[in-house]
């Protein structure tokens, strides 16, 4: 069973069109994340929401807009896809360990790997 | 602001040998650190986190770190490599200003030759 799922896992467009990611988690966690990795691997969080209201929201540009219609999905819309969209995008969820002073640890889904030409 | 930083780009150890991925990191406050590995097109594992307590931590597949303030490293080690830890290593620290936001550095690539 497959705690965070993301779909598609590959993804090839042109550049221009809109596209979407799709995450959804099992674990009943409360937050969840999108976070980028470039081609060198380096990692930089883009959006959080808890539950279901956004608590994180990076430098990122406005054709990125995540929604999250209950605390189980989050979904990635992308507009005007550039090629340097091209990435790997890394949906993860976490529940917040109050006891431990949020010291959460996230739980990764496989990866959405999209490729702008 | 916080952040970390992997020095080396990749490790390369034979099986059997220790092995140690370094970390370092600079925050203001006490250190929530953690290490996740990354297997081929994967996505990234938990393998464990330092919050409080003892400065030695265990963590998966038999994985450790060392937490050490005066140094400000957490240094990820194994007493005995195997192929299969071959894998992209990150290190991480929790957001000062985020408990929900960690800030990955930008990961070492462990290569264990047979």
């Known amino acids: 069973d497959t705690a965070v799922s993301q779909t598609p896992k590959y993804l090839v467009t042109q550049m221009g069109n809109d596209k979407s990611i799709k995450c959804e988690q099992n674990l009943g966690h409360d937050t969840m994340y999108w976070y980028k990795q470039d081609s060198k691997k380096f990692l930089k969080i883009m959006f959080s929401?808890?539950?279901?209201?956004?608590?994180i929201n990076e430098t990122v540009p406005n054709r990125f807009s995540p929604k999250s219609p209950d605390k189980a999905h989050l979904n990635l819309h992308i507009n005007s896809l550039e090629l340097g969209d091209s990435a790997v995008y890394f949906c993860?969820?976490?529940?917040?360990?109050?006891?431990?002073?949020?010291?959460?640890?996230?739980?990764f889904g496989a990866g959405s790997r999209l490729t702008v030409l | 602001a916080q952040s970390v930083a992997q020095p080396e780009d990749q490790v390369n150890v034979a099986e059997g040998n220790p092995l140690t991925v370094k970390c370092t990191y600079s925050?203001?406050?006490?250190?929530?650190l953690f290490w996740y590995v990354q297997y081929p097109n994967r996505g990234l594992q938990f393998l464990l986190k330092?919050?409080?307590?003892?400065?030695l931590v265990k963590g998966s597949y038999g994985f450790e770190a060392e937490f050490n303030k005066s140094q400000t490293s957490f240094h990820l080690k194994k007493p005995s490599a195997l192929v299969s830890d071959s894998a992209l290593y990150f290190c991480?620290?929790?957001?000062?200003?985020?408990?929900?936001?960690?800030?990955f550095g930008s990961g070492t690539r462990l290569l264990v030759r047979p």
């Open positions: 993860a969820s976490s529940q917040v360990a109050r006891s431990t002073g949020g010291a959460n640890v996230l739980t």
């Open positions: 925050v203001s406050g006490n250190p929530y």
């Open positions: 929401y808890n539950n279901k209201e956004l608590i």
């Open positions: 991480a620290v929790r957001g000062v200003d985020s408990s929900y936001k960690l800030i």
């Open positions: 330092y919050i409080t307590g003892d400065n």
